[in-house]
């Protein structure tokens, strides 16, 4: 029985070559017809979002996104996007609106939300969040590994948000690190949530 842990931990750890895309698959070159030209094809693309490929590389595939159901989509006035910045919430309301309904979330102990500064004239909020840590325990052959600690999230921390006018109508709220670093996912989609309750 040991030597099979032992065997399974080894292998674990060993890298995998698994595809980039977990539905990547390789196909056969594009056929032309003898009429048209053959289009000038590269190996590698871009992809929209300068900090897209950073971001990705940090998602725990394990865990997914938290995505709303189709009907509280159409009924919040909020949505978490993906853009150039990385995620952000866009609010259908004027950015004026927003920096006051933010200014309520943003002080919401039962939350664990506390405004720290607010700055009116770039529209910016630097906030704290607190919040009890979640512990996954160990699952499958993970809690024979005794030496294994089970994993811990813990997204508290300090936080800096700017609401950004999209004409008159509309807003973005830009998420950032307390020192305007780019957030991992799992941590600006936790926060992002939180705000797109409360302001949708």
């Not at 159901?69 to 919430?89: K, M, P, Y």
């Not at 309904?101 to 529209?123: M, W």
């Not at 009890?132 to 993970?142: H, R, T």
């Amino acid at each position: 029985m040991l030597a099979l842990i032992v065997s399974w931990a080894l292998t674990g750890c060993a890298g995998t070559n698994e595809p980039l895309y977990l539905d990547a698959e390789e196909v056969s070159d594009l056929e032309v017809p003898d009429t048209l030209d053959r289009p000038t094809t590269r190996p590698d693309y871009e992809v929209p979002g300068y900090y897209l490929p950073q971001l990705a590389a940090s998602r725990d595939m394990g865990r997914p996104p938290q995505v709303q159901s189709s009907v509280d989509a159409e009924a919040s006035n909020a949505q978490i996007r993906f853009g150039e910045r990385g995620l952000h919430l866009e609010v259908e309301a004027p950015a004026e609106q927003v920096m006051v309904d933010l200014g309520e979330v943003l002080n919401n102990q039962q939350v664990g939300l506390t405004v720290v500064q607010k700055d009116d004239q770039t529209q910016q909020f630097d906030f704290r969040y607190r919040h009890d840590a979640i512990v996954i325990p160990k699952s499958g052959l993970g809690r024979l590994l005794f030496w294994r600690t089970p994993e811990v999230i813990d997204h508290s921390g300090e936080y800096q948000v700017k609401v950004v006018a999209i004409g008159s109508a509309r807003a973005r709220v830009e998420l950032v690190g307390a020192q305007g670093q780019l957030l991992d996912l799992d941590r600006a989609e936790h926060i992002l949530a939180i705000l797109r309750r409360r302001l949708g």
